[in-house]
T-cell receptor, first 119, second 118 residues
Framework: GAVVSQHPSWVICKSGTSVKIECRSLDFQATTMFWYRQFPKQSLMLMAT?????????EQGVEKDKFLINHASLTLSTLTVTSAHPEDSSFYIC???????????????FGNGTRLTVT | GDSVTQMEGPVTLSEEAFLTINCTYT??????LFWYVQYPGEGLQLLLKATKADDKGSNKGFEATYRKETTSFHLEKGSVQVSDSAVYFCALSTEANAGGTSYGKLTFGQGTILTVHP
């Protein structure tokens, strides 16, 4: 149980275009979803937190107009990288907290990540 | 702010060797501590966790003890297998609040690549 599906697993796009990444909880309701970015040989950096039906909370230094997050339903969150540039190339990972996990010390469930390359 | 520091990798071991991956943290408040593992081509998954001082988390032969006095949560396994080859992430979670909603915010270490040879 607690499967998170992330699509696409990899995407190549041209500079200036926008890319949408989907994160779905397949067998549970995700009240909270988190989006992370991972640079090579570096840690996962939290970009934003989204709760279903409300605006995402972005971490300091993350451009909210560049990284649009929508959590329209209890099973789907999307991250749209707008007007992508080569420096946005990275590995993006979503994770979700299940509706039965009320505590902050409950584990998160992760998608397999999306490798974005902007040419 | 919160931070997690892991020993640098990669770590290369022979099968049945003893494994230690060091992890230390700084946090405001009283964090919960986790080890996540990422197998090749897969997403991160929880390996073990501990939520209070002196707790020992264990799973699949791996262990880690929450040491508040040394702010550490080192991962150990007595005898590694080839199938343990993966990237291991130490992480902490503290309670955070936004818009009236409480949630746990995970802070990760940089990850340690483990390769086990037959």
């Amino acid at each position: 149980g607690a499967v998170v599906s992330q699509h696409p697993s990899w995407v190549i796009c041209k500079s200036g275009t926008s890319v949408k990444i989907e994160c779905r909880s397949l067998d549970f309701q995700a009240t909270t979803m988190f989006w992370y970015r991972q640079f090579p040989k570096q840690s996962l950096m939290l970009m934003a937190t989204s709760n279903e039906g409300s605006k995402a909370t972005y971490e300091q230094g993350v451009e909210k107009d560049k990284f649009l997050i929508n959590h329209a339903s209890l099973t789907l969150s999307t991250l749209t990288v707008t007007s992508a540039h080569p420096e946005d190339s990275s590995f993006y990972i979503c994770s979700a907290r299940a509706h039965w996990d009320r505590s902050y010390n409950s584990p998160l469930h992760f998608g397999n990540g999306t490798r974005l390359t902007v040419t | 702010g919160d931070s997690v520091t892991q020993m640098e990798g990669p770590v290369t071991l022979s099968e049945e060797a003893f494994l230690t991956i060091n992890c230390t943290y700084t946090a405001t408040g009283y964090p919960s501590l986790f080890w996540y593992v990422q197998y090749p081509g897969e997403g991160l998954q929880l390996l073990l966790k501990a939520t209070k001082a002196d707790d020992k988390g264990s799973n699949k032969g791996f262990e880690a003890t929450y040491r508040k006095e040394t702010t550490s949560f080192h991962l150990e396994k007595g005898s590694v297998q080839v199938s343990d080859s993966a990237v291991y992430f130490c992480a902490l979670s503290t309670e955070a609040n936004a818009g009236g909603t409480s949630y746990g915010k995970l802070t990760f270490g940089q990850g340690t690549i483990l390769t086990v040879h037959p």
